[in-house]
């Protein structure tokens, strides 16, 4: 089952990335259905599927339903390029690629899946590992530090862009932990001093400095925290 995902999903891969220059997204998104680029791509994805299935015909009914899935779901995509996030449509587009990979996976190599897979105490302590790290820290971080107001240039920086890095440098620190790899705080921790050295050499108030050392110590100790517990209750499981 495993193995016969990986080679549908190699072929999405080489399809989708891989042979796709540049000047057939331009073209396609231009001329849409009139674009020869568009039946190129198709073509490729056949032939790929056929390639990486060393043109094992038993599989054949699981390629045409996932190349003509794929020209419907990059047709739909076309037309709705302008009216939705693009963002959005490329996260649906590659996600609903995946779900008929799965689906004809399925179809050949048939695997009952519990729901009480989802239910696994360890999984359940996962997610709410993974929930405390992004959103709850990011709240008590707010909280913690909203005695001290900085004003801030706004135009200087991308809009919630220090949430989001605080949220991943959090995932980071939490996975070297689950995974025992401590010295790869100490990097994260080194690489972020780098990019916060030219902001802190610039400051001329001190508040800057001390503003981001205390944001920087909490998000870490947070995350830290979290994966000793996490490491600490999944023993007693």
Avoid at 14 to 38: A, C, M, N
Avoid at 44 to 67: C, K, P, S
Avoid at 171 to 200: E, H, Q, Y
């Amino acid at each position: 089952m495993i193995v016969l995902f990986i080679k549908l999903f190699l072929a999405h891969l080489i399809g989708d990335f891989l042979l796709q220059p540049t000047k057939w997204v331009e073209d396609k998104e231009h001329r849409k259905l009139k674009s020869k680029y568009l039946y190129f791509h198709i073509a490729i994805h056949f032939i790929a599927l056929l390639v990486v299935l060393q043109f094992d015909f038993n599989y054949i009914w699981g390629i045409l339903i996932i190349t003509l899935s794929h020209f419907v779901i990059d047709t739909i995509k076309l037309y709705l390029n302008t009216k939705v996030n693009s963002r959005w449509l490329f996260c649906l587009d590659q996600l609903t690629h995946l779900i008929i990979i799965a689906c004809v996976v399925a179809i050949y190599e048939p695997r009952s899946i519990s729901i009480d897979t989802f239910y696994n105490t360890t999984f359940l302590l996962l997610i709410c590992s993974i929930i405390f790290v992004t959103v709850v820290s990011s709240v008590i971080m707010k909280i913690i530090i909203s005695k001290w107001q900085l004003e801030e240039n706004n135009e200087a920086s991308l809009k919630d862009a220090g949430a989001y890095i605080g949220m991943l440098e959090r995932l980071f620190v939490f996975l070297f932990i689950v995974m025992n790899f401590w010295s790869g705080i100490g990097f994260l921790i080194t690489a972020k001093s780098v990019f916060r050295f030219g902001d802190l050499s610039k400051a001329k108030d001190r508040k800057l400095t001390e503003y981001i050392l205390i944001g920087t110590l909490l998000s870490f100790g947070l995350a830290i925290c979290c994966g000793l517990v996490f490491n600490y209750l999944q023993q007693l499981i």
